[in-house]
C-alpha cells in the first residue's frame, strides 16, 4: 500500500490539513505502507519555498516522517508538480489526439455573459459546450485573432461514476451534472489541480488516497480524466472537514488555526498529534489519551465517523496540560527553557537543580508551555509586584494588618532556618484571622497573586531573603 500527503505551499500548514497528514502517517504506519509527501505548488505566483520549507518543518515536529518526498527523492519522483510539466504535456497532447480533449477560445468576458440569466443574475453554470465542436477555420480565425486558448476535458454525457469511499461508502455521481467539460490546462499553459492530481496518483503508484471531503466533488472528474488515459485507479478515503465550535467551517475566527502557532504557543507536538488524530474516531478503551503506538494499532478507517468533528479548543490546552505533567522532568524543563528566556529570564544564569525545582511546581499550572512566563516571577523575581486582584486585597485592612504582622515576625523572631515553617504560624497568630481571610493576603505579599501553587509549597523553594524583600515592599507601599 502507498498513500500521500500533497499540501499546497501557499502559507502555512493548517491544522485541517495536518489531520490529513496525520491520519495518513497513521494509517500508513499501521499497515506497512509507504507515505509520499507531494508538494502541489502549481499555484505559481501564491506558492512559495519559504512555505514549503514551513511545511517540512512543521510535518517534522509533529513526529510525521515521510518516505518520499522533495527533500528525499524516491523512485517516483520529482515530487513537486511545478517539475513535473514535461510529463504533464505528454498526457494532454494525448488527449487532445484522442478527441478527449479540446482547445476552448471563449475569452472571459464571453464566459461571464454565459453564466448570466436574462435577469442578469449568476445562476447554477453547466458550461454550453461552444467550442466543442470548432472547425479548423473557426480554430484558426480565433489563433488569428491572437485569443489565447485554454483546453477542456470533453465530459462524457450521462455516465455514472460511482466513488467507493472507505468512509462514506458508495457515492454515486452523474458525469451530466458536474459542470460540463472542464478546463484542465489554463491559458497560461500551467495545468488544473483536477487534471493532474490523478496523474500523479497513477504514476507514484498511490493505492489509497485520504483526504478531505472537500474534494469528494473533484472526485469525479478526475476518475473520467484517468479512465480517458486508461490510468489506474486509486481507492479514496475523504475525511469529513473540521468544524468551529459554532459548526462552521474552522477558521482563525475561532482560535489558533495553523500548526506554527501551536508551536510557537508551546503546544507539545504529542499532544496535539495525539488530539488529531482522535477528532472523529474512539479509541477501544475509550481513553482519549494514548501513545501513539497505541494509536497506530488501533486507527481503522471503518471507525472514523461521518459526520464532521468540532475542534474543541479548551480540551486541547487541557490535553497538553496532561502531557506537561506527565512529561520527564529534565526534558520538560529543557522545553520550558526558551519560554522564560522570551519572559526576560537568564535562564543560563539559574542553578539546574532550582529550575527544574521551580517546574516541578509550575508545571501543574501550565496548560501551555508559554504559561510558565506568567507564573515564573513567583520563584525567580527579587520583588512580586501584586496583580490587580493581589493589589485590592492588599489594600484591605484585613490585608494591611497581615502585611504588619508579617513585617515584624520575619525581622524579630524568624531567619532562613525557621521561616519556611514558622511563618505561616506566627503571622496567623499575631492577626487571628482565619480562611481567605489570613491567606488571600499573605499568598498576595509573598506571590504577588491570589492564585498558584500554595504557599507551603513555595516558600522554601523562594528562600529566606526573597521573602522577607517582598513582605518589605509590600510594608512600604500599602502601610507607608
Not at 469529513?240 to 459554532?246: A, E, Q, T, V
Request: proline share 4%; glycine share 8%.
Amino acid at each position: 500500500m502507498r498513500v500521500r500527503f500533497a499540501p499546497s505551499p501557499t502559507g502555512f500548514l493548517h491544522v485541517g490539513n495536518a489531520r490529513t497528514a496525520i491520519v495518513n502517517y497513521l494509517y500508513a504506519r499501521s499497515n506497512n505502507a509507504r507515505m509520499v509527501l507531494r508538494i502541489e505548488d502549481t499555484d505559481l505566483e501564491r506558492s512559495t519555498r519559504e512555505s514549503e520549507d514551513s511545511i517540512f518543518r512543521d510535518l517534522s515536529w509533529l513526529g510525521i516522517r515521510w518516505d518520499e518526498g522533495p527533500d528525499l527523492g524516491g523512485e517516483f519522483g520529482p515530487y513537486r508538480q511545478s517539475e513535473r510539466f514535461d510529463i504533464y504535456r505528454s498526457y494532454t497532447e494525448r488527449l487532445l489526439g484522442e478527441g478527449n480533449a479540446y482547445r476552448c477560445y471563449c475569452t472571459k468576458e464571453e464566459l461571464d455573459r454565459m453564466k448570466k440569466g436574462g435577469d442578469g443574475e449568476a445562476e447554477s453554470y453547466t458550461y454550453s459546450g461552444r467550442c466543442r465542436s470548432l472547425t479548423d477555420d473557426e480554430r484558426k480565425k480565433f489563433e488569428a485573432e491572437g485569443r489565447p486558448s485554454t483546453v477542456r476535458f470533453r465530459v462524457p454525457d450521462n455516465v455514472s461514476i460511482v466513488v467507493n469511499d472507505r468512509i462514506k461508502g458508495p457515492v454515486e455521481f452523474n458525469s451530466s451534472n458536474i459542470g460540463g467539460d472542464f478546463i484542465i490546462v489554463r491559458s497560461d499553459g500551467v495545468p488544473v489541480f483536477n487534471y493532474i492530481v490523478i496523474i500523479d496518483d497513477t504514476l507514484m503508484k498511490i493505492s489509497l488516497v485520504i483526504r478531505g471531503d472537500d474534494h469528494l466533488s473533484n472526485t469525479p472528474k478526475q476518475l473520467l480524466v484517468a479512465r480517458a488515459l486508461g490510468l489506474s485507479e486509486p481507492e479514496y478515503a475523504h475525511l469529513p472537514l473540521i468544524m468551529g465550535p459554532d459548526r462552521s467551517k474552522l477558521s482563525k475566527r475561532h482560535g489558533i488555526t495553523s500548526v506554527e502557532m501551536y508551536r510557537k504557543e508551546g503546544y507539545l507536538p504529542h499532544a496535539l498529534m495525539n488530539y488529531m488524530a482522535m477528532l472523529g474516531w474512539a479509541s477501544e478503551s475509550g481513553e482519549e489519551i494514548l501513545p501513539i503506538e497505541d494509536i497506530i494499532r488501533q486507527i481503522d478507517l471503518k471507525k472514523l465517523s461521518k459526520n464532521a468533528p468540532i475542534f474543541d479548543f479548551q480540551k486541547l490546552r487541557w490535553m497538553n496540560g496532561m502531557y506537561i505533567r506527565d512529561y520527564p522532568l529534565a526534558d520538560i524543563t529543557i522545553l520550558f527553557m526558551p519560554y522564560l528566556a522570551n519572559a526576560g529570564y537568564n535562564v543560563d544564569a539559574i542553578d539546574r537543580t532550582h529550575l527544574e525545582t521551580v517546574v516541578s511546581i509550575l508545571r501543574r499550572y501550565c496548560d501551555i508551555l508559554s504559561d510558565i512566563g506568567h507564573l515564573a516571577g513567583i520563584f525567580l523575581d527579587e520583588v512580586c509586584v501584586p496583580d490587580e486582584e493581589a493589589d485590592a486585597m492588599l489594600k484591605s485592612d484585613d490585608g494591611k494588618n497581615v502585611i504588619r504582622a508579617s513585617r515584624t515576625i520575619i525581622r524579630d523572631r524568624l531567619d532562613s532556618a525557621n521561616f519556611a515553617t514558622g511563618l505561616i504560624p506566627a503571622v496567623k497568630g499575631a492577626t487571628s484571622l482565619k480562611g481567605k481571610s489570613f491567606f488571600m493576603p499573605l499568598r498576595a505579599i509573598i506571590t504577588g497573586r491570589q492564585k498558584g501553587p500554595e504557599l507551603d509549597q513555595v516558600m522554601a523553594v523562594i528562600g529566606y531573603d526573597k521573602c522577607k524583600m517582598r513582605i518589605e515592599y509590600c510594608h512600604e507601599h500599602y502601610c507607608s
